[in-house]
């Protein structure tokens, strides 16, 4: 171990101290022995929260406390910022403010980042500071550092995943417990799963945010959330848990980021994912992130995305980044020379889907024959009985958007359905391939073309 003459004593101030901040205190007294034995240390010398009185269960005698973050952003004793406290006007004058000063900034505040890229780059400039954030994308999968250093010069052409953790730990628990998506948030909140406001997950907004960086990162072009195509899953139902399970499919939030000759998708929605699938398999408040590229075809990341201690650490191992490369920042970090595209028109896209009608068995065979009238090819279908009504579940091949929203409005009026159609879009653009694979497996053939 280093001599104590040897020892650098890195300063950091530190805005919000909730659930991940009061994660990160114990993860520094924990791994202080490590840092000693690299040379340095790590001393919360200021922190801002919103109530200095609250019982946090961690020690804060030993720092600075107050209620204004722009005092700690503005402390001349500080080395460097670390910013967990969430929000955005005052979280970005707080962040850009040290930054301009040549402050370097640890954040892992998506929804900033995300709508305020710009004014994070400039300050970062005019300062000559360092930004890293690996926190705000996936919780704990260091998804950050691979598409910056790792995969700096890869042509992606795809990155999605499920990067919400507390919406996949809702769904996970309504198909466990066969209960509906209002139980299952309450279950979720009561285990600390959701945000403080939980229409930021459950509304798809916290996943927006989030694709916003991966894009950013993975193809150079800056999207922001508003224009992301986002849905959440409170519309989803245990019906519809329960004919995707009968499809052999799962229900989850996937966000998407495609890059298609010059166009840039970019979506959040449900979707039913094919119990063949990686996806599929990612439980309770589990992320993954999928990516693909001609060099390398495609690679997966799993690990835990929403809870105390993964955020902390992955908060923390940015901190020790910085100490030990001080030139490091990942925003904007490696720059693509061309990184301008078009974002797709997303009627235009052309996908499978998933309906649900609800019919009684009589007019089963019916509805499938208007559904044939109407254009939508059914590739598999099946039933279940829910709340003493019958419901037929339908996967259509593939289909552009536009067409399946008209198809939608004609089928409302289709003799035999008794509700208002839902839809759902299939993770996999063409669900056929996979059908076709299944009917080689099981009887030897496959579907006509």
């Given at each position: 171990m280093p001599e104590s003459d040897d020892i650098r004593t890195i300063k950091l101030g530190l805005l919000g101290c909730g659930v991940v901040g009061g994660g990160l205190v114990k993860l520094i007294e924990k791994h202080r022995p490590d840092f000693l034995a690299n040379g340095f240390d790590l001393q919360l010398s200021h922190v801002a929260v919103r109530n200095p009185d609250k019982d946090r269960g961690i020690d804060l005698n030993q720092m600075e406390v107050t209620t204004d973050p722009m005092a700690v952003a503005n402390d001349p004793a500080i080395d460097m910022l670390v910013e967990v406290m969430g929000g955005n006007d005052v979280a970005v004058e707080a962040g850009c403010t040290a930054l301009a000063r040549g402050i370097p900034l640890v954040s892992a505040n998506k929804s900033a980042l995300a709508r305020s890229m710009g004014r994070y780059v400039e300050a970062a400039k005019q300062g000559g500071a360092g930004i890293c954030f690996e926190s705000a994308a996936a919780a704990h999968i260091p998804i950050i550092e691979v598409l910056d250093r790792s995969l700096a010069c890869e042509e992606l052409t795809l990155i999605k995943g499920v990067i919400n953790g507390s919406t996949n730990y809702i769904l996970t628990f309504m198909e466990r417990a066969g209960c509906e998506y209002e139980e299952a948030l309450k279950d979720a909140a009561a285990k600390g799963f959701t945000e403080a406001d939980p229409t930021l997950d459950v509304e798809g907004i916290d996943a927006a945010e989030k694709l916003t960086l991966l894009a950013f990162k993975a193809f150079g072009a800056y999207v922001p959330p508003a224009q992301v195509h986002t849905e959440g899953v409170t519309r989803i139902s245990q019906v519809d848990i329960r004919l995707a399970l009968e499809l052999n499919h799962r229900i989850k939030l996937v966000a998407a980021a495609r890059r298609d000759r010059g166009e840039l998708s970019l979506r959040v929605h449900p979707a039913l994912v094919h119990r063949g699938e990686l996806l599929a398999d990612v439980d309770s408040e589990?992320?993954?992130?999928?990516?693909?590229?001609?060099?390398?075809?495609?690679?997966?990341?799993?690990?835990?995305?929403?809870?105390?201690?993964?955020?902390?650490?992955?908060?923390?191992?940015?901190?020790?980044?910085?100490?030990?490369?001080?030139?490091?920042?990942?925003?904007?970090?490696?720059?693509?020379?061309?990184?301008?595209?078009?974002?797709?028109?997303?009627?235009?896209?052309?996908?499978?889907?998933?309906?649900?009608?609800?019919?009684?068995?009589?007019?089963?065979?019916?509805?499938?024959?208007?559904?044939?009238?109407?254009?939508?090819?059914?590739?598999?279908?099946?039933?279940?009985?829910?709340?003493?009504?019958?419901?037929?579940?339908?996967?259509?091949?593939?289909?552009?958007?536009?067409?399946?929203?008209?198809?939608?409005?004609?089928?409302?009026?289709?003799?035999?359905?008794?509700?208002?159609?839902?839809?759902?879009?299939?993770?996999?653009?063409?669900?056929?391939?996979?059908?076709?694979?299944?009917?080689?497996?099981?009887?030897?053939?496959?579907?006509?073309?």
């Open positions: 589990f992320n993954a992130i999928i990516l693909e590229g001609p060099g390398f075809k495609e690679m997966t990341f799993l690990g835990k995305g929403a809870g105390e201690l993964p955020t902390a650490s992955a908060v923390l191992n940015d901190i020790v980044k910085m100490v030990r490369q001080p030139d490091t920042s990942t925003l904007p970090g490696f720059r693509r020379a061309e990184s301008r595209a078009e974002l797709a028109d997303t009627s235009a896209l052309k996908l499978c889907y998933f309906l649900r009608l609800q019919a009684d068995p009589p007019k089963v065979n019916d509805v499938l024959t208007a559904l044939g009238n109407l254009g939508l090819e059914v590739l598999s279908h099946a039933q279940v009985e829910h709340g003493g009504a019958n419901y037929l579940g339908v996967i259509t091949d593939v289909i552009e958007e536009s067409r399946m929203m008209s198809a939608l409005t004609e089928l409302g009026k289709t003799a035999g359905v008794g509700q208002t159609p839902v839809f759902l879009r299939l993770d996999k653009d063409n669900y056929r391939d996979i059908v076709e694979r299944e009917q080689s497996t099981y009887f030897g053939t496959s579907l006509e073309r």
